[in-house]
């Protein structure tokens, strides 16, 4: 039986879903990875969490809920588009917009217990006099106002397709951007919390707190290196189905 040519192109084309399926799965391994360590590293290492009633123990809720919020959440948010690529696009555009949403909600209270942690100290702390503050607080902004603008173009009606499809391009770009500042800003984080810690971490002897701390960089950075390469490749990008509109906008 003979084949055409162009169902034979097609068959050449189709992206390798199984090593996507790795792939995803690999994010979501290092992203509770990453979770947990952070997790470990307030909960039995900096002695757990409180709120506003002990101010340095508040602090601990703001790393976890960053890593949470704008590392692991907002890598799932990312990757709605490849990981849902035989749903209705309009139904991927809402679970895109949601994870944000959760993501924003966990950089708020966050920001919330940092902001606390510092105001509320016995002596009080200055806000906002490292790089890690001002590269997270940018993040954070950037991060809002990305959301809201994806939300005005492309899931609140009426705008036409043409806007949709010369606002893509920045889109995917600044939410790449935003994506790796909060990495960058986490691995600041990471670093500036052990420098200033009241006991130093002797990372000449590698302690458990310390290999630890390692560990944790070394997950957030492959975690955001697998998502850009999953990104990046264009055969796991998904295709419009026969039903949706004619015209694909960049990205989708």
Request: with cysteine.
């Amino acid at each position: 039986m003979l084949i055409s040519m162009d169902a034979l192109d097609k068959e050449q084309r189709r992206p390798n879903l199984g090593c996507f399926t790795i792939l995803v799965l690999l994010v979501q391994g290092l992203g509770l990875t990453a979770v947990i360590l952070v997790a470990v590293w307030m909960g039995h290492f900096r002695e757990g969490f409180a709120w506003q009633s002990k101010p340095s123990l508040e602090f601990n809720y703001h790393p976890v809920f960053m890593v949470i919020g704008l590392v692991f959440l907002y890598a799932d948010a990312i990757l709605a588009y490849r990981v849902f690529r035989n749903v209705k696009k309009i139904y991927i555009k809402v679970i895109h917009a949601v994870i944000h949403v959760g993501a924003l909600m966990f950089a708020a209270v966050g920001l919330k217990a940092v902001f606390d942690s510092h105001n509320l100290a016995t002596k009080q702390i200055p806000n906002l006099y490292s790089l890690h503050s001002w590269l997270g607080l940018a993040t954070v902004i950037l991060f809002g106002l990305q959301w809201l603008g994806g939300f005005l173009t492309y899931l609140f009606p009426g705008m036409n397709t043409g806007m949709r499809r010369m606002m893509m391009p920045f889109h995917v770009f600044f939410g790449m951007m935003i994506f790796l500042m909060a990495v960058g800003s986490a691995l600041t984080g990471i670093m500036e919390k052990a420098t200033f810690l009241s006991a130093p971490i002797e990372y000449s002897s590698l302690p458990p707190e310390g290999i630890l701390l390692n560990c944790l960089g070394l997950c957030l950075v492959a975690l955001a290196a697998v998502v850009i390469y999953i990104m990046t490749r264009s055969d796991y990008k998904r295709q419009p189905s026969p039903d949706e509109e004619h015209i694909q906008l960049v990205g989708d």
